[in-house]
């Protein structure tokens, strides 16, 4: 029998493959930065609401979750956060900063 020669078609057969695929692995990249913050005075969800709610509008957050047994705040960001904003986002919740966590 003759060794079927279909190595595919080598002609430009499908343009799923390999044309213009250079920059497609990156788009979910993770955050680029992780911070845990511990924030002291909240008592209840309607807390973790508000200072999620304030965290998430500083600039370069991406997600933030707030454990309120401990009161700490992780925080991803696509860049590192001034202890500026996040506390400023925290007061303004209502809260307060009372240090950064090392990760
Ligand atoms: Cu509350």
Known sequence: MTENNTVETSESSSCCGSCGT?????????????????????????CVTAVTTELSKVDGVKAVAVDLGTGQVTVDSDKQLPDADVSAAIDEAGYELTGRVAV
């Open 22 to 46: 250079s920059e497609a692995s990156s788009d979910q990249a993770t955050p680029a930065v992780r911070e845990i913050f511990h924030v002291q005075g909240m008592t209840c969800g309607h």
